[in-house]
C-alpha cells in the first residue's frame, strides 16, 4: 500500500484529492488530506463582503461535505515536515508518514511583519479584507465612513489574486457614488509597483481607469512602517501617505512550518518546476496552488488549470514514467469594476493580458480588458462554479493550456521596440 499526503484542504487540496482519488487505485492507495479546521472559505467572496453583497454565510462550508469518500480528512495544525523520515508532524504530536507529500496549504495575510500595521488603528481605522474577519470588520466600518482619505494600499508582491486590491477601489469608488459620498472621499491607491498592474497593455488599461474615477495612485511604494499615531503611511524613500481609513493587503507568506521544515523560500513558498509542480529538493514531494514559487498570479484559476495537468502527470511518475504534461502558467480573473461591470484577463507565462473576447472570437461572451456586465454575471456565478464543480473536481470545458482564440496580439510600438520587461507578480520587491 502506498501513501499520499496532501496538506491543506483549500482549493487546490480539495480539488486534486478529488481528482486523484478517481484515478488511484483503492487497494493499492490510501490517500490522507490535513487541514487545520473545518471551514471552507470560499475566498473571492471576501471581496463582496465589505459592500454587503455577501454574508460571510455565503462564502463558509464544511470541508467535509467537498471530501470524496476513500480519502481520510485529518484535522489538526501541521507543525513540521520531516523530510528525512517522510513523516508530517502534527503540532498535537500525531505523526503522518507518507510515500508522496502534495503541499497545498496556500499563502496567508501577514499584517504581524509591517511594523505598526497591528497597533491601536488595527480594526478601527485599519483593516484588510484578504482574512473573513477582516471583510467583516470592513463590513460594519464603511458605513459609518463619512468622508476624508481612503488609502488602499498593498505591501509587498506576491500576493494572492494580485487584482482584487484594484476591484476594491473601484468597487469603494462605485459605492461611494452611489451613496452621495463620492466627493467627500479621496481615494489613493498605493502600490508597490511601477503601474496599477504589471505588463505593458494591462497596466494601460487599468491606469486609465483609475484616472477615470478621480483616483489618485502612488507607486513604487515599499512601506517600512505605518505611524499609527499620526495615522500615515511611511516608505523606505521617506515618503508619506496620510489616511482616515485604511484597506490594506498585508504581505502575503507560506505557511510557516514550510519554512521550519526547511522547505521554503525567504517568504515560505515551495520551490518547484514551474512546469511539473515538482519539488527541486525532494523527488516524492509536489507542491500546488499557492504554496509554491511558480512565477504566475496566486489564484483559484491557476489552482483548477495546474491541477487538470499535475493529476495525469502524477499518475505518470509514480508508474515511473516521464511527465509529459506542461503546465503553462495559465491564469484567469474576473475583475469587479464597479457599477454592474467587470473585466476578465486571461494569459500565462509568456503571453501577458491582451485585448479580445473570451473563450470564443468575437462572440465572447466574455470581453478580455474591457468592462461589460457578461464578466460582472461571470464573476458571480463562479462562486457556484466553485462549490459544485471545481472543487468537487468535475470536467469544466476550458483548456488548461492557455489558447491565442479571440485575442488580439499588439502590433509593434512606434519605434518598433518592445517595452523593457516589468516586473513580476510573483517576484518580490526584494528579489527585484
Ligand atoms: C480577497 C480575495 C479574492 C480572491 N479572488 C479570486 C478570484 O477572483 N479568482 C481567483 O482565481 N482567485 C481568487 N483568489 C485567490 C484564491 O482564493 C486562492 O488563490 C486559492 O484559494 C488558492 O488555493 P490553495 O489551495 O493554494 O490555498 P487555500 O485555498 O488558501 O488553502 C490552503 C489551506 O491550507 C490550510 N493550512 C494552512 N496552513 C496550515 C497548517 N499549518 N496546518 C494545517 N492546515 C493549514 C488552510 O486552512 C487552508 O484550508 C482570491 C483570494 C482572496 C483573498
Given at each position: 500500500?502506498?501513501?499520499?499526503?496532501?496538506?491543506?484542504?483549500?482549493?487546490?487540496?480539495?480539488?486534486?484529492?478529488?481528482?486523484?482519488?478517481?484515478?488511484?487505485?483503492?487497494?493499492?492507495?490510501?490517500?490522507?488530506?490535513?487541514?487545520?479546521?473545518?471551514?471552507?472559505?470560499?475566498?473571492?467572496?471576501?471581496?463582496?463582503?465589505?459592500?454587503?453583497?455577501?454574508?460571510?454565510?455565503?462564502?463558509?462550508?464544511?470541508?467535509?461535505?467537498?471530501?470524496?469518500?476513500?480519502?481520510?480528512?485529518?484535522?489538526?495544525?501541521?507543525?513540521?515536515?520531516?523530510?528525512?523520515?517522510?513523516?508530517?508532524?502534527?503540532?498535537?504530536?500525531?505523526?503522518?508518514?507518507?510515500?508522496?507529500?502534495?503541499?497545498?496549504?496556500?499563502?496567508?495575510?501577514?499584517?504581524?511583519?509591517?511594523?505598526?500595521?497591528?497597533?491601536?488603528?488595527?480594526?478601527?481605522?485599519?483593516?484588510?479584507?484578504?482574512?473573513?474577519?477582516?471583510?467583516?470588520?470592513?463590513?460594519?466600518?464603511?458605513?459609518?465612513?463619512?468622508?476624508?482619505?481612503?488609502?488602499?494600499?498593498?505591501?509587498?508582491?506576491?500576493?494572492?489574486?494580485?487584482?482584487?486590491?484594484?476591484?476594491?477601489?473601484?468597487?469603494?469608488?462605485?459605492?461611494?457614488?452611489?451613496?452621495?459620498?463620492?466627493?467627500?472621499?479621496?481615494?489613493?491607491?498605493?502600490?508597490?509597483?511601477?503601474?496599477?498592474?504589471?505588463?505593458?497593455?494591462?497596466?494601460?488599461?487599468?491606469?486609465?481607469?483609475?484616472?477615470?474615477?478621480?483616483?489618485?495612485?502612488?507607486?513604487?511604494?515599499?512601506?517600512?512602517?505605518?505611524?499609527?499615531?499620526?495615522?500615515?503611511?511611511?516608505?523606505?524613500?521617506?515618503?508619506?501617505?496620510?489616511?482616515?481609513?485604511?484597506?490594506?493587503?498585508?504581505?502575503?507568506?507560506?505557511?510557516?512550518?514550510?519554512?521550519?521544515?526547511?522547505?521554503?523560500?525567504?517568504?515560505?513558498?515551495?520551490?518547484?518546476?514551474?512546469?511539473?509542480?515538482?519539488?527541486?529538493?525532494?523527488?516524492?514531494?509536489?507542491?500546488?496552488?499557492?504554496?509554491?514559487?511558480?512565477?504566475?498570479?496566486?489564484?483559484?484559476?491557476?489552482?483548477?488549470?495546474?491541477?487538470?495537468?499535475?493529476?495525469?502527470?502524477?499518475?505518470?511518475?509514480?508508474?515511473?514514467?516521464?511527465?509529459?504534461?506542461?503546465?503553462?502558467?495559465?491564469?484567469?480573473?474576473?475583475?469587479?469594476?464597479?457599477?454592474?461591470?467587470?473585466?476578465?484577463?486571461?494569459f500565462n507565462y509568456d503571453t501577458e493580458p491582451l485585448t479580445g473576447s473570451y473563450p470564443l472570437p468575437v462572440v465572447g461572451p466574455f470581453g478580455l480588458l474591457k468592462e461589460s456586465t457578461a464578466n460582472h454575471w461571470g464573476k458571480l456565478a463562479f462562486r457556484w462554479m466553485y462549490w459544485?464543480?471545481?472543487?468537487?473536481?468535475?470536467?469544466?470545458?476550458?483548456?488548461?493550456?492557455?489558447?491565442?482564440?479571440?485575442?488580439?496580439?499588439?502590433?509593434?510600438?512606434?519605434?518598433?521596440?518592445?517595452?523593457?520587461?516589468?516586473?513580476?507578480?510573483?517576484?518580490?520587491?526584494?528579489?527585484r
Amino acid at each position: 500500500m502506498q501513501r499520499l499526503v496532501v496538506l491543506g484542504g483549500g482549493t487546490a487540496g480539495t480539488m486534486v484529492v478529488n481528482k486523484l482519488r478517481r484515478k488511484l487505485d483503492r487497494a493499492e492507495w490510501d490517500i490522507v488530506v490535513v487541514d487545520q479546521d473545518d471551514k471552507h472559505l470560499y475566498q473571492p467572496g471576501f471581496l463582496f463582503i465589505p459592500f454587503g453583497v455577501y454574508e460571510p454565510s455565503d462564502v463558509i462550508r464544511s470541508r467535509h461535505r467537498f471530501i470524496p469518500d476513500g480519502v481520510d480528512l485529518v484535522l489538526g495544525e501541521i507543525e513540521r515536515v520531516d523530510t528525512g523520515a517522510d513523516e508530517v508532524i502534527l503540532a498535537d504530536g500525531r505523526r503522518l508518514g507518507y510515500d508522496y507529500l502534495i503541499i497545498a496549504t496556500g499563502t496567508t495575510p501577514r499584517p504581524d511583519q509591517t511594523p505598526g500595521l497591528l497597533g491601536d488603528q488595527w480594526r478601527t481605522s485599519i483593516f484588510d479584507f484578504y482574512s473573513l474577519d477582516g471583510a467583516t470588520a470592513l463590513a460594519s466600518a464603511l458605513p459609518a465612513f463619512a468622508g476624508g482619505r481612503l488609502v488602499v494600499n498593498i505591501v509587498d508582491m506576491p500576493i494572492k489574486c494580485p487584482v482584487a486590491p484594484l476591484e476594491f477601489t473601484f468597487l469603494a469608488d462605485a459605492y461611494f457614488r452611489r451613496h452621495g459620498l463620492r466627493d467627500r472621499v479621496e481615494i489613493t491607491y498605493v502600490t508597490p509597483l511601477p503601474g496599477a498592474f504589471t505588463k505593458p497593455i494591462c497596466t494601460e488599461q487599468l491606469g486609465w481607469m483609475l484616472d477615470e474615477r478621480k483616483i489618485a495612485i502612488e507607486t513604487d511604494f515599499m512601506i517600512e512602517r505605518v505611524d499609527d499615531r499620526a495615522k500615515a503611511l511611511v516608505s523606505y524613500d521617506g515618503r508619506e501617505i496620510p489616511f482616515d481609513l485604511l484597506v490594506t493587503v498585508p504581505l502575503n507568506m507560506g505557511a510557516d512550518y514550510v519554512g521550519r521544515s526547511g522547505l521554503g523560500d525567504e517568504l515560505n513558498y515551495v520551490p518547484v518546476d514551474k512546469h511539473t509542480l515538482l519539488s527541486k529538493a525532494h523527488s516524492n514531494i509536489f507542491a500546488i496552488g499557492d504554496a509554491s514559487d511558480i512565477p504566475t498570479s496566486k489564484a483559484g484559476s491557476v489552482a483548477h488549470f495546474s491541477v487538470d495537468v499535475f493529476v495525469g502527470n502524477f499518475c505518470r511518475y509514480v508508474r515511473g514514467e516521464a511527465m509529459t504534461g506542461s503546465f503553462d502558467g495559465h491564469t484567469n480573473c474576473f475583475i469587479e469594476s464597479g457599477d454592474g461591470k467587470g473585466l476578465l484577463i486571461d494569459f500565462n507565462y509568456d503571453t501577458e493580458p491582451l485585448t479580445g473576447s473570451y473563450p470564443l472570437p468575437v462572440v465572447g461572451p466574455f470581453g478580455l480588458l474591457k468592462e461589460s456586465t457578461a464578466n460582472h454575471w461571470g464573476k458571480l456565478a463562479f462562486r457556484w462554479m466553485y462549490w459544485h464543480v471545481l472543487l468537487p473536481g468535475r470536467p469544466v470545458p476550458l483548456p488548461a493550456r492557455m489558447s491565442m482564440i479571440g485575442k488580439r496580439t499588439p502590433g509593434p510600438p512606434p519605434g518598433g521596440t518592445r517595452q523593457p520587461a516589468e516586473p513580476d507578480l510573483a517576484t518580490t520587491q526584494e528579489q527585484r
